[in-house]
């Protein structure tokens, strides 16, 4: 199908579900069917408008030039005014193939980011504890909203475990690709010879589902509660607050004790084991779509290496798709993360676009 064709297509139903909204406007679940409907299509349409005004100045001006040929100082700046133009048109399309691209269903959702030391002792746990903080400042960077659901530290101020909720538009579309196993290089603190040590950190990062989405029966759970253990406060050991939760068809397990009550850790339990059911049935179905791929943009497994943070260097280097920045302290913090996030996403665009996979949403 030609680009004009499809181009057709989406102005036509971007006027349909406008014109329909007025008509639904007293039904309510209608209206907020054709509400989504529209914003979806909006980003496309102004695309598509965008496009089409490029293409019809160029056109309007070479029509000019035909038209009076013998004024050369006009053709002259015609012909720098089309140029300009033209430049313009490759990014636009590029950009309307991209918002053509079928979506991934979860996207949209928002994140259950889950950190664990990895090979390499303490200075293992102190890396969990440096990616942890970095997410953290870079979904406060984002204006983004973030729960932490329970974080487990060793002795040294280092992370055995740690697991957030992160809330706003598009996070799991953002911080998807950032699943996989992290490695840093770097000098301990501990170590006297100043010897460079390798460590490791993995990264899951789940699609956070509504109730709805995952249906939980109470013959299919196991719940233990038991008394917390470890830096605490006053409770520990005192009350049975902490939770214990067994998914018995999967087999899953989720230990929950951060919280003083044991119907927060229950809670909180639950929406952990939620998201890893429903991470379950997203890895799923994203493996049967990965089996007619020739390739990807890395497959988000955790056993995947898939960034370097070299301290005596300062740089961070992603390994999926060769990007090295000299910005080891910004990515930390939180600052230049962002052009890592958006490297890997520019890049599994173009891989699916070669892929053909660009074919109308319509």
Excluded: C
């Excluded at 949209?108 to 890396?127: M, Q, S």
């Amino acid at each position: 199908m030609s680009l004009r064709a499809t181009y057709d297509i989406y102005l036509k139903r971007f006027a349909d579900v406008k014109a329909a909204m007025t008509k639904e406007a007293g039904n309510a679940e209608r209206f907020i069917a054709l509400s989504r409907e529209f914003s979806d299509l909006e980003p496309i349409i102004e695309r598509i408008i965008e496009t089409q005004r490029v293409q019809k100045e160029i056109a309007q001006l070479e029509e000019s030039i035909r038209e009076d040929p013998e004024d050369d100082a006009f053709s002259t700046l015609a012909v720098q005014e089309i140029a300009l133009l033209q430049e313009k048109l490759p990014d636009l399309e590029y950009q309307l193939k991209v918002l053509l691209l079928p979506k991934d269903a979860f996207d949209e959702k928002n994140a259950i980011i889950e950190i664990r030391a990895g090979a390499g002792g303490d200075e293992a746990g102190l890396f969990a504890a440096d990616l942890f903080r970095m997410y953290q400042r870079y979904a406060e960077l984002q204006k983004w909203r973030i729960e932490v659901l329970y974080i487990h530290e060793n002795e040294l101020g280092g992370v055995k475990e740690a697991s957030a909720s992160i809330k706003g538009k598009g996070v799991f579309s953002q911080l998807k690709f950032e699943m996989g196993v992290h490695r840093v290089q770097r000098v301990p603190t501990t170590e006297a010879s100043g010897r460079i040590h390798t460590s490791t950190a993995t990264v899951a990062v789940l699609p956070e589902p509504e109730e709805v989405d995952v249906q939980l029966e109470d013959k299919d759970l196991k719940i233990d509660v038991m008394r917390a253990s470890g830096a605490g406060g006053q409770h520990v050991n005192k009350t049975e607050s902490a939770v214990r939760l067994t998914h018995l068809p999967t087999g899953l397990v989720v230990f929950q004790q951060d919280e003083r009550s044991q119907h927060m850790n229950k809670a909180r339990a639950m929406k952990i084991l939620r998201a890893r059911l429903f991470e379950l049935e997203r890895a799923r179905v994203e493996a049967e779509r990965a089996a007619d791929r020739k390739s990807q943009v890395g497959t988000g497994e955790r056993s995947e290496r898939v960034r370097t943070y070299n301290f005596p260097q300062g740089r961070v280097t992603d390994h999926r798709i060769n990007l090295t920045l000299y910005k080891l302290d910004k990515v930390l913090a939180g600052e230049a993360l962002e052009e890592l996030v958006k490297a890997l996403i520019r890049a599994d665009q173009d891989t699916r676009l070669a892929q053909g996979y660009s074919e109308t949403r319509a």
